[in-house]
């Protein structure tokens, strides 16, 4: 992409940014809410491209001046002075327009979104279930790190620990656009507790992020909706098992069951069943998507292939490997206990290069 074509962009996507800021301006703009949300989540996503145009603009303009002292001036000194900074200049442009070269390419609309989390126990046994357990505490201590908040909707136990299964909100700005890279099916590899002759087993885990869908996003008739009602079951105090506040919500059309259990108010129950629900409908339509951009970037695994191995945890060796990236790191308690953001950022490093050979293809 030339010079000239990144400014045309740069300049272009500014007038829009302009546009929609008078848009939301207006005094009617509240009156049609679903317009208005959409056009404020543009606004957002122009901002840093807004704010990258003066300076690059700037550089430019600075260059040129440099350029033409140092081939006009006579003072020895000023000339110097030019020469430092147009080596300056052309060094850092570059590295300039490779950044702006990702801000242009549109992101995916859903990255910005909340998320819902599902870990479910795999190959393995009790071990699985202890393991899917840990990844749900890893993934609570990220959340923590990052100001998220999870709440639980429904869950069921291990026989000795840990999880079968267990789903959740991840509540947050650019949740899902964080943690879509953790989709895929996890590994472990370690003595479980209950062998006693120290073999190594292999167990695994799966897990499938979803961007949680807005209000806005689907349109639900509650027509089509059956509402059953149950007692919860598990940990929770005295309602647990004599108040019928468990919530079981089908999709009459699609066949769609989701339940909700965590909280005592039925009505609570109701709403986070709800919103799962809108999830689940508008995550058939994303999943088309997300299965076609899994055939040209290693980083992503579709919704449709949830059985791709991505992660290795090895306990003797206290090793992590990222098979996608074909990276290893050697701090899993630390790993373990949160610190996933390294392996994060080297995927969205590779998923952007990805995305800029898309572009230019």
């Known amino acids: 992409m030339s010079e000239n074509n990144i400014l045309a962009k740069l300049e272009g996507l500014t007038k829009k940014f302009e546009t929609i800021g008078a848009q939301l301006g207006e005094p009617g703009a509240l009156s049609d809410m679903k317009r208005y949300v959409s056009l404020n989540k543009e606004y957002r996503e122009l901002e840093p491209i807004v704010a990258v145009t ?16 140092l081939a006009t001036e006579k003072d020895a000194e000023l000339r110097e ?8 200049l052309e060094a850092s442009i570059p590295q300039m327009e490779e950044k702006i070269k990702l801000l242009l390419i549109p992101a995916d609309p859903q990255d910005s979104k909340s998320a819902i989390l599902e870990i479910r126990a795999g190959t393995g046994g009790d071990e699985a279930s202890i393991f899917a357990g840990e990844l749900f505490r890893m ?38 656009g964080i943690l879509k890279y953790e989709s895929g099916v996890h ?20 897990v499938a992020v979803l961007p949680e869908a807005d209000e806005f996003d689907v349109e639900l008739n509650l027509n089509d909706i059956r509402k059953d009602t149950f007692c919860s079951s598990g940990p929770g105090g005295q309602s647990v098992n004599t108040t019928y506040s468990a919530i079981r919500l089908t999709h009459i059309p699609t066949g769609i069951v989701v339940q909700c259990q965590d909280e005592k108010s039925q009505l609570k129950n109701f709403d986070k069943a709800l919103a799962e629900l809108r999830t689940r409908l508008y995550n058939m339509e994303y999943e088309k998507y997300l299965n076609e951009i899994s ?7 579709s919704t449709g292939d949830r059985s791709a191995k991505i992660r290795t945890y090895n306990y003797p060796q206290s090793r992590v490997t990222d098979h996608r990236i ?18 994060i950022d ?14 230019e293809e």
Request: charged content about 30%; aromatic content about 8%.
């Open 81 to 88: 002075m030019a020469k430092e900074e147009v080596d300056l």
């Open 326 to 343: 074909n990276y290893t790191m050697y701090n899993l308690p630390v790993f373990m206990d949160g610190d996933i953001q390294e392996v």
């Open 139 to 176: 993934y609570v201590k990220f959340a923590e790190k990052k100001g998220w908040k999870i709440e639980i909707n429904s869950s069921s136990e291990g026989t000795v620990g840990g999880y079968k299964e267990i789903i959740c909100e991840v509540k947050g700005h650019g949740v899902y």
């Open 187 to 206: 590994r472990v590899q370690r003595v479980p507790q209950t062998e006693t002759q120290g073999r190594v087993h292999t167990s695994a885990a799966s």
């Open 295 to 301: 055939k040209k970037r290693k980083t992503m695994v």
């Open 346 to 359: 080297r995927l969205q490093v590779a998923e952007n290069a990805e995305r800029l050979k898309e572009s």
């Open 54 to 69: 003066a300076t690059y603009k700037k550089a430019l303009t600075d260059l040129a001046n440099a350029k033409t002292i």
